[in-house]
């Protein structure tokens, strides 16, 4: 699999008269992990305008669809965090994120870009998830809020494929909860724009 986040422009060589190097072209934040046995990548760039999060299990961009919340419509007050009798401490489930995302607004506007998702309905329920973290992620850094697009390519559901199911059809079973909670948790981890 070819890798979103593969260096593909050369690295300066810091001058002689400086010995910081040159900031990199657009901040970027970027994880690898392995969700479900599926190699997962996550790629996010801030823009002036808007920021970018691209998350791809197969090393494609995906359908790129932006979602907006107007600057004047408050962001819902995030979950209760967990209990402690929620989750054994020493075992905590890969699910326990779900309880704790922040519920999307319904004021989220969701425009498709580029391309048409195989599930419409999953995709939408990912990109609403997706912008809410970020929306928060701006709002906790103490950034403006701005437009986020997301790319998104997820690698077909083993159950769909053995099945024989359309790829169109939206499967919420629990490898598809656990991949979603798996998602989110690497989205979750964004710090927040650099200054």
């Known amino acids: 699999m070819s890798s979103l986040l593969e260096e593909s422009h050369p690295v300066p060589l810091p ?3 400086s010995s910081l190097p040159n900031p990199p072209p657009i901040p970027s934040f970027q994880l690898r992990e392995t969700i479900c046995d599926v190699p997962t990548e996550l790629l996010i760039q801030t823009f002036d305008d808007r920021v970018l999060v691209i998350i791809t299990q197969n090393g494609k961009v995906g ?3 932006q979602a907006s919340l107007p600057p004047h419509i408050p962001l819902p007050p995030p979950p209760k965090p967990l209990s402690p009798s929620s989750s054994s ?3 905590p489930s890969a699910l326990d994120i779900l309880s704790i995302l922040p519920q999307p607004s319904p004021a989220l506007s969701l425009t498709p ?3 048409s998702p195989p599930s419409p309905s999953l995709y939408d329920l990912y990109i609403s998830q997706i912008s809410t973290l970020i929306f928060w992620a701006l709002e906790t850094s103490g950034q403006g809020r701005r437009n986020v697009v997301v790319g998104l390519s997820l690698r077909r559901s083993p159950r769909n494929q053995e ?3 359309d790829e169109g059809e939206d499967v ?5 909860r656990e991949r979603y909670a798996g998602i989110m948790d690497l989205v979750s981890r964004w710090p927040g724009p650099a200054e």
């Not at 919420?172 to 598809?176: A, F, H, P, R």
């Open 113 to 115: 870009l580029l391309g």
């Open 172 to 176: 919420l079973d629990d490898g598809e």
């Open 15 to 17: 001058s002689t008269s």
């Open 163 to 165: 099945e024989g199911q």
């Open 89 to 91: 401490p020493n075992h």
């Open 63 to 65: 359908c790129l669809t």
